[in-house]
Structure formats: C-alpha cells, structure tokens
C-alpha cells in the first residue's frame, strides 16, 4: 500500500523548471539532488530542453518506462490535461503540490471533485492538492518543497506543510528524525485513516504525529485510530478549535474544521495523545520516540537546583501526579556520595556542587531502587567550579545505559538548548533533553497515562 | 538605598581562596577578574598571604580602609564571629553566602535569628545566607558564584539562585539583560518588599521580575506592589503552589512555602503579573522589556504559513481576544504587493512565496491602519526559493523603526531559535521574536490586559 509515494520505482515531475524563483524548482531540485534516491526519474516541462543536466519530456506519454508517481508542479487551471494523460498512462499515485483549488472558491472546490471522481474510476491515488509534498528520508525521498528532515522513527502526517517545516527546525536540533512524512493539503483523497493505516504496519515507524485541521471521513478515521493507537503511540494536534480557529482553518485548507469538541471525545476513547499547543506536540513526540514506558508511577527526583525541584513539583501535582518516599535502603545506598548538608528526601537536592559522580551514583541507585518507577534527574549546568558543561548529563547517561534502559529517565536540564556540546552527546546517545520543570513534568504524565490506559484496554 | 550592595565602594571578601574547585572562589575570582568595577577590594583568608596578586588580610578589622559591603564565604558555623567583626567594623551591608543555616535545622534557624538580631540592632544590612550573591553588569559587579548576565533593564530578584542561572541561559539569546540582580536565599533580613522599593527608583530598571517561594511580611509586600505595580511591570513566579511543591521549598529554602491562592489573590489586586511557569515567565519578561504597550486590543495578523495563522487564531481565543475584519482601505492598500491567490481575510496568509517586500508593505499598511493596535506578523523560515533566512523579518522590522514602534509588532517566527543571523538581527535591533503562536498569544494577552488594568486604575 503506499509504497508508491514513499518508495517509488519511478517518478514524472510535471513542470520541472530550472528557474530557482519558482516551487517547481525547489521539488526538481529536492528531488533530483539526492544521490541515495534510487527511484528512475523523469522530467517533463513545456519549455525546458535538459534541466540539471536531465532530459526533459514535453509530456507524460513520451515517456517509455512505466510510472509509478507523478508530482505536478503546474498551474490549477491546466492540472485536468495531465491527469488525463496520469490516467492514460496507468499511473499508481499522483501528488498535486499545486494550490488555487477548493481553499480559494468554489470553482476551485469543483475542479477538485472532477480530479478526485476521474481518478478514483481509474484507481490512482491522489495527494494534496496545495500540500508541500511527501518524504522518505530513509531512500532519499524529498517530494516536496522544504528541507530533508533527518531520518527517525516518528511519521508525521501534517494538513499544513508549513507546521511539518517549522516542526522539522524544532525537532532535529534533539535529534527527531522522519520515518515518512506527508502534508496532505486539501486532502481530495488519501486522508489521515489511510496513511494511518499504512504506517501502522510500517516497521520504521515507532511514533506517529498528526497535525489536523478538518477530517473528510470522522467515522472511518475514529475505526482506525481505536485499531491502531493501542499498538504504536498516535499524537494528535488539532488546529481550529473554535469560531475563529476554525474560520481561519477554513480559509487555509477550503475544508470546514472540524468540531473540536468531537475530536477530543473520540481522541480519548481511542487513546490517542491529544495535545494543546505546538510546544507540547514535539514534547510528546520526543517523550515516545526516546523513552521507555514506565511500570507504574512512582517518581524519583535528584537535582543540583532546589528551586527546580520545587517547580517540577508544582507541575506534576496538576497532573495528580506524587512524589514518592524514599526507602531507608535507598538513603543508605546514596548516602556515601553526598555531603552532609544533602537532605534525605524526594526532591532530593545534591545542592549545587554536585558534579559528574553524584549523578551517575544517585541515578543509578534509583534505577535499581524497585521502589521507584520514573527517575527525573534535574540539573542547572554549573558555571563555576571547573565543572564540565555536560558531566552531569554523562553521570545520568551512563547510570541509564548501564541498566539497559529499563526504566524512564528524564534528564530536565533547564534552558539548556544551547550548550552544543550537551545536545551533540544527547543527539549521540539518542537520549532527551527536557529543558523546563512543565516539559519534563507533561513528559511524565504522557507516559503514565498512556501505560494506565493500555493496561486497562489490555485487561478488558 | 541598597546603593551599597549594588554599587559600593568598598568590598571586603571573606573567605576568599584560590582553590578553583571552592565556591569561595567563584565569588571571589567573578568579583577581582572584572575590570570595569571601580569598588576598592579587600581579600580575608586565614591560610593565603595572596589571590590573584592580591594581598590578603588575615581579618576584617585589619583592613584600615572604610567597608561597604562584606561578602562571607566561609562555613555557617564561623560565621558569627565575622558578624561581630563586621559591627566593630562599621559595614553597611553583609551577604551571606554560605549554606547550612536555616534551609537545615533547627539549629540553623537559631542562628539566623542571632546573625538578624545582632545586624538590627547595629543598623547593618543582611542578604542570604544560603544565596549565590548579587549581580550589577553596569558597573561591573558580579558578586556571586554563577555567570555574568548581559546588561540590560530587567531588574530579577529570586529566591533560588539556580533559577536565576538557568534564566540567563534562557534570556541572553534574546538579548535579554539584567540591571540589577539578586538572590535573597533565606532571606533573614532584605527581602523582597524593598528590594521592590530600590528598584522602583532605579533608572536602569524598566521591568521587575520575581521568583519567590516564600513571603516572610506579606502585608509589607502587598503595600509596596500596590503602589509599584502601577509604574512598572512586576512579573511574578511562585513556586511551592500546593502541598507537595510547598514541602519542596521548605527544604530549599528552610522557610514555609507561602499559600498560592493568597499569593494569587494580593497580585491579582495589585496588577502584578503572575505567571504559572518559568516558559511564561521568560515571555512575559521578553515581552515587557522589548514591546510597546496597545491602544487597544484589535489584533491584525499577516503571515506565510496558514497553520501558524490558525493555531494563533486558536490561541487567542483562550484569552478571550478577537482578530478584527480589515477595512476596505486596508485590502486596497496591501492588495498590490500580494499574488492574487492570497485571500484577503484577517488572518492574512500571503502564502509561502512572500519574502520581505510584502512583509514589509503589510506590516506598514497595518501600523498605519487606524482600526488595528496590535500586528503580529507571523513567519516559517522558508527553505526554498532562494529566500534569506532573515529577510521577513527584516522586512517586518523596517516597517517598525519607521513607524517609531508605536504600536506592538509581535514577530510570531516558529521555532526560528536556531537560525543565528536572525537572532544576532533581533539582538542588535532590541526586538524580540516570540517562537510559537502560544507564546505570541500570551504576549499579546500580558500587553492587553496591562493597558486595560492600567487605564482602569488611572481612571479611578
């Protein structure tokens, strides 16, 4: 299913241009510049001769070989000529990245039911139109106009090209790579149940991140998602939640947003992860593509930073979340490696000149603690004390990776986005950073609540 | 007031060593390697003749020079002695670095209460203990063991000094600066009452933020914000909001956290600004210290990406905010630089292909329309067409200058944190970028609700 938009034996570019003022040249070029695509690819253009080197057909029929995916760059009103041609030519799938349809007027909501009604009586699936495109960095796949992202385990399906580019800037300086991507645009045809579908059964997808506006099929999408988010984490931002949001989506994808208050209903009973801003959305997406899920929900704080601990605290609590006691065994195990002023007590705070030992010492003696289910190793990076930059962060990791990864660690080390040494080593381990008490707080009830609901779901 | 902690004449370092692996010497090595204070400094150490080349007294009273502010190092249980020291002395003001008072045991709170009393009664100043010092980057001041902030008009006075370290990460990429920094620690005598008071007066302060755990005259407090709050913004941080966050900052700080709905309630009244995290936090401090205040509270938004547009549309609406309809004057104006698939609807998508002509010829017809008093000019990077990485925003702050800033310009550009171009654009130009519609949302909400409580207050 699919394979021929993510993985395709052979590509046309319907309007390759080797002019760099236009989109059509940045999906030529996206496409043609990959040298580890092994897909055959074909341009065809109206005026071009050769473009980047390549030959360039005059249309889609003087091309021999047998098409898999068409992409078409070219203008609304001239689309129906090439998908007659699609049709003749017994293409598997076509992208539209062009706008000027059903998001600009009705004439334009007209053409894209002709488009969608000619190829679904051919058997050609359709994407877009007035999407950015697709992406498989795995193969070399960048049919679309924005940047590559890095290769991952999170497929993300995005009704706005734009929110999948501004989230691919956020996501690869923590080292969130794409399993696939599409933006689906106007969506006339493959919608969010299939693409679902198709990633459910892909191995190389271990998250799957949605961003929403509208939804063509609610019924079809909620059979699913109930199917699927019990196996592979399903993270869900909504845009147009209300009056206005939904106007201002309507305008963008010619769609009417979908009623949120639904959403949300069949969200939750199918257990799929419903955030509330674009901020939560990439922490969920890291929360699951980096951590393992928790037994239960006990947590166990360590910290150099006391007013961290109290501000993770804070945040938990509005989760019902709890703190538990340490175990005399526990306090006994730590003991040796802190300095007397050290209180024995979770939010245990080593106080500021705590470096690289006592956090690899703490972490692990709370790994191994059976007591503890969750540990939230906090730090603000010391600059005085000679102290490395990323020592503290070295101690946790080590102490985790000597454990296999049993158990969920939560490095929050504040606003520390900008050491580069840190997030290089973090990139390296495939490990997280969360970079606020609320981020690493919302991480934890991510994980509690979705090993809570599965173990239900599981049971009954 | 308070000029001899922040700007003295004299300081005595207590403690003062060459063992870089001291906190002792942080303090001391932050205070000598500045070369812009003009403070005259003495060093007391027991075991060293000399620090970095400087001599060092064996005991307060041997140093002949008059004392403004004594920094003590040493460990809580010697410190009394320097105490009568420091009254035989005659010094204005003491910090009290050292931890292992209060925050401890009883005993330490014994303690406390001996250093506070013996200090009243000869009329000295006390900051701390258990707090990493004070910082003024003006005059070059960094007495305390944590990083020298950027000079800038944020006065911040905080209870956990480690929050006030991991804020500077936070604030310095945006050009955020500090006029004057405290860490109050304890907070057995100077707390934050008048420290609220200094700054008031302070020229250099324009915004005040504060992160507190603990009231210890919560009348006092509530009088001197009643009357601040109206002349400069007071942006607020509690942490300890409930049970377990308030035992938390118990054994932070050895004080009892401060109840959060009173705390609430006293800010509420006094139009402080209370934030619920440290993420808001640091935009309602970028948000102050960089935008104009409203007229009123018609908002106006262009941008290239209409996800964004409909996530802010969103957003606002949590706040109880409205887009406005454009004016036919407004469409005529703008509509000669947009390409005719751009509807012309509040929000304005220009489409991806907008560069900085038409960021800045929308952001100038908005300035100048009558009927909007709030622009937000939102942006994804684009990583196609030949575009600048900074030019939208280029664009959108030429218009700005040339209107003077009358009005908030809000450059919503999504998770652009790691383009440097545009960051060293914005630092150089003091003109902040907000990194989600979120973060635009709240800003605009702070800006609002600030003009509307303001002209309230002024009018009764």
């Not at 009604?117 to 007035?130: D, F, H, L, S, T």
């Not at 994808?253 to 009973?269: F, P």
């Not at 000679?386 to 660690?409: C, F, I």
Request: aromatic residues 8%; glycine residues 6%.
């Amino acid at each position: 299913m699919f394979d021929y938009f993510f993985n395709p034996e052979s590509i046309a570019i319907i309007g390759a241009t080797a002019n760099p003022k236009k989109f059509g040249n940045a999906v030529t070029s996206n496409i043609l510049s990959n040298e580890n695509l092994k897909s055959k690819l074909f341009l065809v253009s109206n005026t071009a001769e050769e473009i980047m080197g390549k030959k360039c057909y005059k249309s889609l029929l003087e091309i021999e070989n047998e098409i898999d995916l068409v992409i078409i760059l070219i203008p609304a009103k001239v689309v129906l000529q090439v998908i007659n041609d699609c049709i003749d030519k017994k293409v598997k799938g076509i992208i539209i990245v062009s706008s000027g349809f059903g998001e600009i007027d009705e004439e334009g909501k007209k053409l894209e039911s002709l488009i969608s009604e000619k190829c679904k009586n051919a058997n050609i699936r359709v994407m877009g139109p007035n999407c950015v495109g697709i992406q498989n960095p795995k193969v070399g796949l960048n049919a679309s106009f924005i940047q590559m992202p890095i290769q991952g385990n999170i497929s993300m399906i995005s009704q706005s090209g734009s929110i999948g580019c501004a989230l691919f800037y956020a996501m690869e300086p923590s080292g969130l790579g794409i399993s696939k991507f599409a933006n689906i645009g106007n969506a006339i045809d493959v919608a969010f149940d299939e693409m679902l579908d198709y990633f459910d059964n892909d191995e190389d997808t271990k998250v799957i991140a949605l961003y929403l506006e509208s939804l063509t099929d609610g019924v079809q999408f909620f059979k699913v998602l109930k199917k699927l988010a019990l196996k592979k984490p399903i993270i869900v931002l909504k845009g147009g939640k209300n009056s206005q949001g939904m106007e201002a989506a309507s305008s963008h994808t010619g769609s009417i947003a979908t009623n949120y208050e639904i959403i949300k209903a069949v969200l939750h009973q199918s257990n799929a992860i419903l955030c509330e801003n674009l901020e939560d959305f990439i922490t969920a997406i890291k929360t699951f593509s980096l951590l393992p899920l928790p037994k239960g929900d006990s947590i166990g704080v360590l910290t150099n930073s006391g007013g961290s601990a109290v501000l993770f605290t804070d945040n938990i609590e509005r989760y019902g979340l709890k703190l538990t006691t340490f175990s005399e065994t526990l306090k006994k195990e730590i003991q040796p490696y802190l300095i007397p002023l050290v209180k024995m007590v979770n939010p245990l705070d080593m106080i500021a000149g705590a470096g690289k030992q006592q956090y690899y010492q703490v972490t692990k003696a709370m790994i191994n603690d059976p007591k503890i289910d969750i540990i939230v190793a906090g730090c603000v990076i010391p600059p005085f004390l000679e102290m490395e930059t990323d020592e503290h962060y070295k101690g946790v990791l080590q102490a985790w990776n000597e454990s296999n990864r049993v158990k969920p660690v939560i490095p929050m080390f504040l606003f520390s986005e900008n050491f580069k040494n840190l997030r290089n080593f973090a990139i390296l381990e495939k490990a997280p950073i969360f970079f606020s008490p609320n981020e690493a707080a919302y991480a934890i009830k991510l994980i509690v609540e979705w090993t809570t609901s599965h173990n239900k779901k599981n049971l009954s």
